[in-house]
C-alpha cells in the first residue's frame, strides 16, 4: 500500500459515499471535526433520511499494521457496546481509498467544549452527567472492555442532554480474570500512575480517570495539570493535587476515594453509584441546553429533593425553615426528621445545606472577570492581527477549521429603538431579550412562558409571562412589543431549537452592551461573546474567547468557525483579516468606556425602529 506524503494531492472525499457492500448511499454534509487520523462528516442515509456521524480514515494514513489492527480493534470492540450512554455504533465499510465509521451523532459535542464554555459546574450538574458517565462505563466494565482513554473530550452529548462514552481507539479487552495490560496510553492530565510506573493494569484506571473527570467539573480545571508534561507526570505519581475549600464534603471524599494511588483501593463502578454524593444531593432528571453555556437555576427542587432521604433541616438564607414537599406531596414546614449527630452538623446535612444554596434565585458566584473575558478576547485578537494572517505564503484556512468551537448562543435579530426604549434582540434559540435604556433587562426564554428581569445591580429574578409582579407591567409590554415586531418584519439568521422538558431550569446569557458605527452594530454578552454585524454587507463575526474561536458569516451566509491561535498559524483569506482587525479596535472601544455609558453616547436617535434587522 503507498504511503501519504504531505506533498502528494489530498484525496476528496465524494459527496455521496456508497457502502458497496449493501449498495447504501450517505449524502456526505456538515464538517465535525477532526482528530488521529480521522475526519468526522454527517452523513444523510438518503433512503431513510436519517443523518450521523460518519468516521473517515484514508487508508493511504494506515501503513502499518500495527495501525491497521487498532482500528480493527476498535471496530470490533465499538460494535459490541449497545448502552444508552454509549455513542450508537451503526456500522462501517469500506471503498479503495477510505474507511468509514457510522455513529450516532451527537450535535452537542462533548463535556470539553462544555468545560472551556463554563469551567466549573455546579454540584447538580456534575451528579446528573457522572451518573450516565458510570451507566455507560458500567456497560463496558460488564463486558469486559477497559476504555483507557475516559476525558471530557471523549464524553458526547446528544439533543437531550444525554451523555454518550465514545472514541474507542485505546480501548482493550481482558482475556481472563486478573489480566494486567502494559500498554502505555491515555491522556496525559488523566493518565492513571500505575500506567505511567508501568505496573500493569486493569479496569481501575478507568476509575482513576472518572475521579480526574469528576475534579475537572466541580473545580474547573484537572487535578494535576501543570505547564509541562514531566511536571503533570510527576504530580501523578507523587498523588499531588489540592481540593479547593468550596468543594462540598461528600465531593471531596468521592474525590479522594477515586484518585487513590493504589488502584486496589479504588471503588468499582458500583460503589461510585452508591456513594453518598451521587445519593444524597440533588440529582436533576433533565438539563436546559442553555447549560452548555450559563449555569442553570436550581429553585424549589433543591430544597424538596431531602424527602426522598429521611428529611432534615434545610433553611432559607435568612435561617427561616423553607417548606419541604412530602412523599404524598403535602407540603410541610420546616424540619421533619431530625438525624442524631455527635460531631454537629452531618455529611448529609452539609450537603443538603448546599445544594439549598445553590436553590437560590443567584447560581454560586463563579470566576468570571467583571469585563466579561473582554481582556482576554483582546490579547487573543491582538495575537492573530499582528501576526499579518492575509500575509502568509501558504494560507490554510482550512486546517484552522473547528466546528467544536461554534457557538451556543449568538444574536439572530434585533431592532434598536434606543431613543425611547432599549433594544430588543432575539437570540439563536428563540429567546427574546430586552436592554431597556436604564440598564435594567429581561429575557423571555424560548418556552415562551419563563421571564427573567436583571436589575441594574444584576441581580435576577424569575417570574412566568402569565404571572409577574405589578411593577414590571410597562417592560412586559415592551418585551411583547420587540417579540411581535421581530417576529412580523424580521427573518431568522439560523435554525431554532425546540423548547423541551428541563428548559425551565434554564438561564441564558444576556447583552451587556451595544454600540453601533456607521458600518457596524456591536453586541457584547455576558458569556463573552462578541458579535459584530456589518450593513454594507450583511457579513457577521462572532468571537468567542472561551473556545478562542472566531465564526464568519460571509455574504452568501456561509457559516464556519475557526480557532483563533490556529489562524494565527496557517493564515486566513484578507475578507476575515479585515475584519478581526476591525475588531480588535472596536473591542477597545469597549474596554476604554464603561458599559453603562456606551450605548447611549453612540446609539442611534430616531423615533422609529432604527434599523430593524436580522443579525
Known sequence: ?????????????????????????????????????????????????????????????????????????????????????????????????????????????????????????????????????????????????????LKLGNLFINDEMEVKIGDFGLATRVGYEGERKRTLCGTPNYIAPEILCKKGHSYEVDIWSIGCILYTLLVGKPPFETQTLKDTYMRIKKNEYHIPGRIGPLARSLIQKLLQGDPTRRPNVDMIIADDFMTMGYMPSRLPTSCLTMAPRFDSRCSSVATRKPLLEINNKDGSPVKVINKDGSKKEGLATKVPSTSGTTARQQQQQQDSQQAGAQPPKSDEPSDCYLKDLYTQISSVVLSKPDEKENINEEESEDPAAVPMI??????????????????????????????????????????????????????????????????????????????????????????????????IPSLRTYFRTRSAIILHLTNGTLQINFFEDHTKIILCPLMGAVTYIDEKRNFKTYRLASLEKYGCRTDLANRLRYARNMIQKLMVTKSSTLKSSTGSSTSQPAQPTTA
Open 1 to 149: 500500500m503507498a504511503t501519504h506524503h504531505k506533498d502528494e494531492p489530498k484525496k476528496e472525499i465524494p459527496e455521496i459515499i456508497t457502502d458497496p457492500s449493501t449498495g447504501k448511499k450517505y449524502q456526505r454534509g456538515k464538517f465535525l471535526g477532526k482528530g488521529g487520523f480521522a475526519r468526522c462528516y454527517e452523513l444523510t442515509d438518503l433512503k431513510t433520511k436519517d443523518i450521523f456521524a460518519g468516521k473517515i480514515v484514508a487508508k493511504s494514513l494506515l501503513v502499518k499494521s500495527t495501525q491497521k489492527e487498532k482500528m480493527s480493534q476498535e471496530i470490533s470492540i465499538h460494535r459490541s457496546l449497545k448502552d444508552k450512554h454509549v455513542v450508537g455504533f451503526h456500522g462501517f465499510f469500506e471503498d479503495s481509498d477510505n474507511v468509514y465509521i457510522v455513529l450516532e451523532l451527537c450535535r452537542r459535542r462533548s463535556l470539553m467544549e462544555l468545560h472551556k464554555r463554563r469551567k466549573a459546574l455546579t454540584e447538580p450538574e456534575t451528579r446528573y452527567f457522572l451518573k450516565q458517565i458510570l451507566s455507560g462505563v458500567k456497560h463496558l466494565h460488564d463486558r469486559k472492555v477497559i476504555h483507557r482513554d
Open 410 to 507: 449568538w444574536v439572530s435579530k434585533w431592532v434598536d429603538y434606543s431613543d425611547k426604549y432599549g433594544l430588543g434582540y432575539q437570540l439563536c434559540d428563540d429567546s427574546i431579550g430586552v436592554l431597556f435604556n436604564d440598564f435594567t433587562k429581561l429575557l423571555l426564554l424560548a418556552d415562551g412562558e419563563n421571564i427573567h428581569y436583571i436589575e441594574r445591580n444584576n441581580a435576577e429574578h424569575y417570574h412566568q409571562l402569565k404571572n409577574y409582579p405589578a411593577p414590571l407591567n410597562k417592560k412586559v409590554t415592551l418585551l411583547r412589543y420587540f417579540r411581535n415586531y421581530m417576529n412580523e418584519h424580521l427573518l431568522k439568521a439560523a435554525a431554532s431549537m425546540c423548547p423541551r422538558e428541563g428548559d425551565e431550569l434554564a438561564r
